[in-house]
């Protein structure tokens, strides 16, 4: 058994170099990119493993070894799908922001979960609010809800349908006890902000939303 909070701190290293040294090694020789792939690594883990530590009481106290590695392609997997979802979102906020109707809606959407524990939950959590566009605002544990405020408030499914995709690799990735072929959760409707920038008393993530 192999406790778990160095296995997600090489993970996020790994994640760390991933991103950085795509945008590091450009057009660069072999020698550079060999000295820059050491260089982030040893960031990766620098942040990585204290980062973990100190976020170790969201984990387990261990995990077998073959179970990460059943894990591992599910996580790599829902990598890619996250790095897809953020060049996707990126380009998608500059046409709402450039374009000249100003196509942006904003709302907050609710979103249930088949997820549940603190990990794949801040997992998910965290990576709607790493992409551009979205914010997850707050989580109701009694409902096991996100809520999620977009630009497109008013087009539920362009919000949800990314994060069912991450939801079905997370399931698996984390040996959570439901499965990507388990009904969704009934899901509450989208309000809208209104013009003057209040927030109406029926979207308060609380239980006062009307729900499809």
Do not use: C
């Amino acid at each position: 058994m192999t406790r778990r909070w160095p296995v997600a701190g090489v993970v996020l290293a790994g994640l760390w170099l991933f991103v950085r040294g795509i945008a590091r090694t450009g057009d660069v020789g072999p020698f550079a990119f060999g000295v820059t792939l050491v260089e982030e690594t040893v960031v990766g883990l620098a942040v990585g493993l204290p980062l973990a530590y100190y976020t170790r009481g969201l984990y387990g106290d261990e995990i077998g070894v073959a179970g990460g590695l059943r894990a591992l392609p599910y996580g790599v997997v829902y990598v890619v799908l996250f790095l897809k979802e953020l060049v996707t979102a990126n380009v998608e906020v500059a046409y709402r922001v450039l374009a000249p109707s100003m196509p942006i809606e904003p709302g907050v959407v609710e979103v249930p979960l088949r997820v549940e524990s603190d990990l794949a939950v801040t997992t998910i959590a965290n990576s709607i609010t790493l992409t551009p566009g979205t914010l997850t605002m707050d989580y109701d544990p009694e409902r096991n809800a996100l809520y999620v405020h977009t630009l497109a408030g008013r087009d539920r499914s362009e919000v949800v349908e990314p994060i069912r995709r991450w939801e079905d690799y997370a399931l698996m990735m984390f040996g959570e006890r439901r499965s990507p072929d388990d009904p969704v959760p009934d899901a509450g409707t989208p309000w809208t902000e209104p013009d003057d920038g209040s927030v109406p008393q029926s979207a308060e993530p609380d239980g006062g939303g009307e729900r499809a």
